[in-house]
């Protein structure tokens, strides 16, 4: 009966109102955007003229604004300034629910994308889209665009409802932030857990953020990430935990050659895709003293397999902390837990 309702919950609740988050709205988009249909991947860029394109308001689908009966790609472009004293690194572009499919890209460069394109169609109608976006990656003197590739099969299309914004995400404060550029390579091998491996050759890849939105579409398998940090003398004192935010499905995780911690099992999910939602849990791995190296350059090399849909690791926060902020992050946060947070913890014990 226990799981039974579990299932029920699923299906009836979205996965939102399951496993809530702090979010907090920084600039809301909500409003009259751009549009035109058709495609044309220049119109990503920056510098592209979009005057002569219709102003359609987002969210609605595209034929409650006059576009009755079209099914196909369309583009959608907004401009706006971010807001000043932005220094977080736990920024989300949070574009409610799109129909059917859609890239999104961020001055020109390509920060997310969920579903698959013709011909290997692949809808994602009921996907609640929230991108990871780096601090780095926004004009902060000036003015940024998004712009939005969409394509729909059929019925309504476009960006339809939800919340249409730029969101900090509320995370545990951290001594050491390791967001960023991280090294990262599709396969599986051992060795690539030693600090002494070379990963000159390996590709340079947004943490967090999926994989799929970096060059690696519709990649399901291992992968690994690997990042290099200067660990000051001053932290010899402190007891530390390696936040690595939420990765999509399971993972180990060594630091200095040495497995620190993992979500799910290995030696049976790769082959058989059995998942407990391992992709929802927030990864925090305890570091024992004796591996890490004061004074000098440490390595962190985190082994992902993905079963399906989206990889990699997607949310933040990444960093380090002290055991005495995460412990008590955690206590706070249990006590906020909303109501079916409560409800689906009392069940599953």
Known sequence: ?????????????????????????????????????????????????????????????????????????????????????????????????????????????????????????????????????????????????????????????????????????DMINMDLKLDGHWKFNIGDNLVWKEPNFNDKEWTNILVPSNWESQGYKDYDGFAWYRKKFYLDKSFKDKDLVLLLGKIDDIDQCFVNGTMIGNTGDFLITPETNVFNNEWLAQRGYYLPKEILKYGEENLIAVRVYDGYIDGGIYQGPIGLTTQKVYREYWKDKKSKKGFWETFFDDIMQ
């Open 1 to 169: 009966m226990k799981y039974l309702l579990t299932l029920t919950l699923f299906l009836i609740l979205p996965i939102e109102l399951l496993f809530a988050d702090d979010w907090k709205e920084i600039l809301n988009l909500r409003g009259y955007w751009k549009f035109n249909i058709g495609d044309d991947k220049s119109w990503a860029n920056t510098e592209f003229n979009d005057e002569d394109w219709d102003n359609i308001k987002v969210p609605s689908s595209w034929e409650d604004e006059g576009y009755h009966g079209y099914n196909g790609f369309a583009w959608y472009r907004k401009s706006f300034t971010l807001p000043k004293n932005i220094n977080s690194n736990s920024l989300y572009l949070v574009l409610g629910f799109i129909d059917d499919v859609d890239e999104v890209y961020l001055n020109g460069k390509l920060v997310g994308s969920t579903g698959s394109f013709p011909p290997d169609f692949r809808t994602a109608y009921n996907a609640n889209r929230k991108y990871p976006v780096s601090i780095d990656q926004f004009n902060k003197k000036g003015e940024n665009i998004i712009a939005i590739r969409i394509y729909d099969s059929q019925l309504s299309g476009g960006i339809i409802y939800g919340d249409i914004s730029i969101m900090i995400l």
